[in-house]
């Protein structure tokens, strides 16, 4: 059973800066079937969206439009955890924002995924 574990949440004014990490001690079973990796957020009264994605090698990145050129996953396969770097951030991004991994072609789109870690809370404040 892969766990994924975030850490790095909290709270920050408009503006600020936090970093997100998602730790996995199944990192060997998610290299080795090629997961890729990723964000999504859920605000209060809205659904579940998609934040940002990285492959397994960490080549190649997807991000939603409203966090492009403010958030940047990366991905440390040798510490099994990936990263949401998230700048100028805006009280819009306030929710709960979620790991997960998948290896279906579309799993951002649907926003389904294999395995999902329990949230860590984002709040910013104006």
């Known amino acids: 059973q892969v766990q994924l574990v975030e850490s790095g949440g909290g709270s920050v004014q408009a503006g600020g800066s936090l970093r997100l990490s998602c730790a996995t001690s199944?990192?060997?079973?998610?290299?080795?079937?090629?997961?890729?990796m990723g964000w999504f957020r859920r605000a209060p009264g809205k659904e579940r969206e998609f934040v940002a994605a990285?492959?397994?090698?960490?080549?190649?990145?997807l991000y939603a439009d409203s966090v492009k050129g403010r958030f940047t996953i990366s991905r440390d396969n040798s510490k099994n955890t990936i990263y949401l770097q998230m700048n100028s951030l805006k009280p819009d991004d306030t929710a709960v924002y979620y790991c997960?991994?998948?290896?279906?072609?579309?799993?951002?789109?649907?926003?389904?995924?294999?395995?999902w870690g329990q949230g860590t809370q984002v709040t910013v404040s104006s």
């Open positions: 997960a991994a998948d290896r279906r072609p579309g799993w951002t789109t649907a926003g389904q995924a294999e395995y």
């Open positions: 199944s990192g060997r079973i998610l290299i080795n079937y090629n997961y890729a």
């Open positions: 990285i492959n397994w090698s960490g080549s190649s990145t």
